[in-house]
């Protein structure tokens, strides 16, 4: 059974940081792409930031040079780092394992992220 399970969401006021977790079990981590992906209320699911098994990464225009994805294959966990937060990044953050080769695609329960003051 593949779990992905979030942690490290929060409360943080404008400005601040968080830094995000995911760890995974029952898949050859070192062999997905990684991702996390967000949706605020009413809006679409949307790709905040992914890393290949190469470890190439991209990111969502919207947090280029304000968060930093990471992955760690021997802990089979992925990280984002979030500085600088926004108002706007308040969502359900999710974990996301894909393996496009395999057809196979996972995802977390979420994590909530709130920037308030």
């Known amino acids: 059974q593949v779990l992905l399970v979030e942690s490290g969401g929060g409360l943080v006021q404008p400005g601040g940081s968080l830094r995000l977790s995911c760890a995974a079990s029952?898949?050859?981590?070192?062999?997905?792409?990684m991702g996390w992906y967000r949706q605020a209320p009413g809006k679409q699911r949307e790709l905040v930031a992914g890393?290949?098994?190469?470890?190439?990464?991209n990111y969502a225009d919207s947090v280029k040079g304000r968060f930093n994805i990471s992955r760690d294959n021997v802990k089979k966990t992925v990280y984002l780092q979030m500085n600088s937060l926004k108002f706007e990044d308040t969502a359900v953050y999710y974990c996301?394992?894909?393996?496009?080769?395999?057809?196979?695609?996972?995802w977390g329960q979420g994590t909530q992220v709130t920037v308030s003051s």
């Open positions: 996301n394992a894909k393996n496009l080769h395999w057809g196979l695609d996972y």
């Open positions: 029952g898949l050859t981590f070192s062999l997905y792409t």
């Open positions: 890393i290949t098994d190469g470890g190439r990464t």
